[in-house]
Nanobody
């Protein structure tokens, strides 16, 4: 059971990157998949989530209109398209898979404890 992330890198302000998270050995549909990030010296913060299968999405205010989370159910893969990147978006981005029931409306997708499986993280640097 693992999550494999890819797509990080360095980009100039205003640029774009797309992160991918491929899930294997994980019961994918119906649970939440999320992206969280951690900048140096800061706590991990939630960025966006999607309920797999149904596709309901949730975004942190600071990325609304710039980032888009999406899924490819056939590939058990979740994406984070990041546009209009800012230097303050610089962080290690983590993909996370929610625990059973995490797709329910009453579950707070912003909380790290909602997620039971984490990827290794991918660095995004915006200069």
């Amino acid at each position: 059971v693992q999550l494999v992330e890819s797509g990080g890198g360095s980009v100039q302000a205003g640029g774009s990157l797309r992160l991918s998270c491929a899930a294997s050995g994980y019961t994918y549909s119906g649970n939440a998949m999320g992206w969280l990030r951690q900048a140096p010296g800061k706590e991990r913060e939630w960025v966006a989530s999607i309920v797999t299968g149904g596709g309901t999405t949730y975004y942190a205010e600071f990325v609304k209109g710039r980032f888009t989370i999406s899924q490819d159910n056939a590939k058990d893969t979740v994406y984070l398209q990041m546009n209009s990147l800012k230097p303050e978006d610089t962080a290690v981005y983590y993909c996370a898979a929610g625990v059973r029931g995490s797709g329910s409306r009453g579950v707070d997708k912003r909380e790290p404890r909602t997620y039971g499986l984490w990827g290794q993280g991918t660095q995004v640097t915006v200069s």
